[in-house]
């Protein structure tokens, strides 16, 4: 925690351009460009101002912001989501696209705005001409300054005191952090204690309507290959630019339904690997030269579930996850590109680990891989194969990694509290640091010169009401400028529940649907928003996963009354959890287990500790039939439906469907009251078809253009609806920006 000392007089009374607004102090008045009066906020959100101007664009964590500005108070955790949400309506910030305030998920906010005086005098004291770390710089600093924040109320000692078992709980992590053995912390550990790292500014070298994703530097850095759809086409093509905003060149060309997907650079810059997938038919593996020309196939995919993959280090082959390939067997696998054989690499794999995302080490000597989400680490074997080694215990959902030149550190994006971030990690060391980059996936580092690419996803979801009918039309419900992900209804079909970050950050949003002015935010937890919380059959409560004031973990929430409590699983990796139809004594929790691998556990809620009755290893998510008296559930990596009964049974577990839902549309389906099973897939011509398991047929084309959300959807307890996530809005860019390499250690060579 950072304590600062008391704000100059200055500060207090001093007017301020805070981006395109002004700011006077003393009054607590923020005037935003258009708007027709100031907009007052409270001395507690000014005093939230304060504290973050004086921090200078970096990250203020809640705790700090807590001890700063409600010094010898006991306030509620809410308290600063409330100041943020009014500064960020003085400033008339876009919700979607923030100018001023950023959002840290699981630590705090940061001001992405320019500071000036206004005052007759010129700068304040402190001033400094300097860009806000972290931020995009689109034109040069102004007179900016960082003074301190609000006055720290209380007893000094008491302070002093709290700074010093601070810098003790600093040294022990440090000391902590030095074991080889167990290099990086824990998920929930890692999030409390990164920092974020000091880098330089990035910049979109992208910005065409649409999505841009799955960059790929070329070794100099020079270009930067992706995925995009061309203009007036089909299906996406691999892309390919300079590292400055400069026209694109479309390098591949699909034909047909087919899209191009995954492009890697060779080792030596001279030609770029991509997959061609036509859905529901092929998968090939193609490879082009990179100054463009005639394109290669050199081997085939699984169409349902496309591989991931990488070039090998001597550039004659390429390494490939453990799923989505031809050939038998388990693990990852080589492709000699001369002879177009494939080799399994022994090293010890089960069928139920899932190893994606390999990439060899700089020096070659190791093959470093993902293995299993969303509670997944990094893993590595010697290039030739051998004993799989645990590298990270981050526990985290890994969504693209790459290795930094030195060998020594890795980047990866990391999805936490239902938003991505990159964080650096140091493979010796296990320290952690938080890049400040929201919204960032699929990092890719150049391979002989410090520089990173990544996608900024910035998509956008709207609640939709739609009628089975397809007479009933589609209504937006609850609108707003925020981001809204898994609607569920009760059984009673009167309330439903959807997560949202309209209110700053994600949260858990109630309401009664014949009374939308009833919304709320039920304060005090921010859920994950991997699966849709779940109801109790008499819809008075709802299992939620989420970091609540007790950590992360399994709640119990009871909408009505705001109630949020902790349960007492025995799980700490939990992913979701379910109710079972009549049974208040019995939950089924979906968790990772040994090695992250997701195991579905049935247990006795009144016991204590929990007891554990039953468990159904390598599953990914879990539904219940009521109808059916039975759990439905799919697995990582693999397409299909399975089956067994509410105990559990071994005997009673089959599977339903080999290939429904596919790999990439797994949370992607939902159980009617009746037992009938739904999912979402794309169509030529269809964005969001409905389908019915069992029936050849489109049930409903939901949208022609937009997407459904990823994550589930609800159906009416009267099977004649379905409440389901629409893209309002796709957007997607590609960042660039140089990278600082850490310092030789002590004594190397």
């Known amino acids: 925690m950072s304590i600062s000392s008391p704000p100059p007089p200055s500060l207090l009374s001093a007017r301020l351009r805070v981006g395109e607004c002004t700011v006077d102090m003393s009054l607590r008045e923020i005037h935003a460009p258009g708007a027709r009066r100031a907009r007052r906020v409270t001395p507690k959100a000014i005093g939230v101002l304060a504290a973050l101007i004086e921090h200078g664009g970096r990250v203020v964590s809640r705790e700090a912001l807590l001890a700063q500005v409600w010094a010898g108070t006991m306030p509620t955790d809410d308290v600063v989501t409330q100041a943020i949400t009014q500064l960020r309506k003085g400033f008339d910030d876009e919700r979607g696209n923030p100018h001023y305030i950023e959002t840290i998920a699981k630590y705090g906010y940061r001001l992405l705005a320019s500071v000036e005086s206004l005052d007759d005098a010129g700068a304040m004291p402190d001033a400094a001409a300097h860009p806000l770390e972290g931020a995009v710089a689109t034109e040069p600093a102004r007179a900016r300054y960082a003074p301190a924040p609000v006055d720290i109320r209380g007893d000094w000692r008491g302070i002093l005191a709290a700074v010093v078992a601070v810098g003790l709980l600093f040294g022990l992590v440090l000391l902590w952090s030095f074991r080889r053995d167990e290099p990086v912390a824990s998920r929930h550990a890692a999030a409390a204690s990164a920092r974020p790292a000091a880098t330089a500014s990035y910049r979109l070298i ?13 070794p100099d850095a020079a270009l930067v290959a992706y995925v995009a759809t061309p203009t007036g086409g089909r299906g996406s093509a691999i892309m390919l630019q300079t590292t400055d905003p400069s026209t694109p060149r479309q390098l591949s060309h699909p034909e047909g339904d087919a899209w191009d997907s995954a492009p890697a650079w060779s080792p030596n810059g001279r030609e ?3 997959l061609r997938v036509e859905p529901g038919r092929a998968c090939r593996v193609m490879v082009l030269p990179s100054n463009g020309g005639t394109e290669r196939s050199v081997g085939e995919c699984d169409p349902r579930n496309p591989p991931s993959f990488d070039w090998t280090f001597d550039g004659r082959g390429l390494v490939f996850g453990s799923r989505g390939t031809p050939t038998g067997g388990v693990g990852l696998r080589l492709l000699d590109l001369a002879s177009g054989e494939w080799r399994l690499l022994d090293y010890g794999a089960t069928a139920a680990d899932v190893d994606f995302a390999p990439h060899y080490s700089p020096d070659g000597r190791w093959i470093v891989f993902v293995r299993n989400t969303p509670v997944g680490d990094l893993y590595r074997i010697p290039s030739t194969g051998g004993t799989a080694q645990r590298l990270t215990r981050l526990h985290a959902d890994i969504r693209g990694w790459d290795w ?31 890049m400040g980059i929201p919204d960032a996936i699929e990092p890719t580092i150049a391979a002989r010169v410090p520089a990173m690419a990544f996608s900024e996803s910035r998509s956008f979801f709207g609640i939709h009401h ?15 400028s925020g981001r809204d992900r898994l609607p569920v209804i009760a059984p009673d079909a009167r309330q439903m529940v959807f997560t949202s970050d309209r209110s700053g950050e994600f949260g858990l949003w109630w309401a009664q649907l014949d009374r939308p002015e009833s919304l709320r935010l039920v304060n005090g937890l921010r859920p994950e928003s991997w699966h849709p919380p779940d109801w109790s059959q008499d819809s008075r409560r709802l299992l939620v996963v989420g970091d609540g004031e007790t950590g992360f973990g399994l709640y119990e929430v009871t909408p009505a009354s705001g109630q949020v409590v ?90 339903i469907d080999p290939q429904v ?85 002590v004594g190397s060579q």
Do not use: H
């Open 404 to 434: 930094m030149p030195d060998g020594r550190s890795i980047v990866l994006s990391r999805w936490s509290g239902s938003e991505s971030r990159l964080l650096q990690v140091d493979l010796d060391s296990g320290l952690t640091q938080d």
């Open 566 to 655: 902790r349960l007492p699983s025995p799980m700490s990796d939990v992913v979701q959890a379910l109710y079972l139809p009549g049974d208040d004594a019995r939950v089924l929790v979906v968790a990772g287990g040994e090695e992250g691998r997701l195991q579905l556990q049935l247990f006795n809620r009144r016991t204590r500790p929990w007891q554990r009755l039953a468990v159904i290893p390598d599953v990914a998510v879990a539904r219940v039939d009521g109808a059916g008296r039975r759990v439905l559930f799919t697995r990582p990596g693999r397409p299909g439906l399975w089956a067994a009964d509410l105990a559990l049974s071994p005997a009673s577990v089959r599977q």
């Open 272 to 274: 770029i690997a991509f």
């Open 206 to 218: 992208t910005s065409v309507p649409g999505i841009e994703s799955s960059p790929s530097l070329s």
């Open 466 to 480: 739609v009628a089975l009918d397809g007479k009933g039309g589609i209504d937006r419900m609850y609108p707003s």
């Open 661 to 745: 839902p596919e790999v990439a549309r797994y949370r992607a389906w939902a159980v009617a009251s009746d037992g009938r099973i739904y999912y979402f897939e794309r169509q030529p011509g269809c964005a969001s078809a409905l389908r019915r398991l069992g029936d050849p047929k489109t049930l409903l084309c939901v949208d022609r253009n937009r997407r459904n959300g990823p994550s589930g959807f609800s159906l009416a307890p009267r099977n004649d609806a379905i409440y389901v996530t629409l893209s309002l809005w796709d957007g997607g860019d590609i960042g660039f920006m140089p990278l600082a390499m850490a310092p030789e250690p």
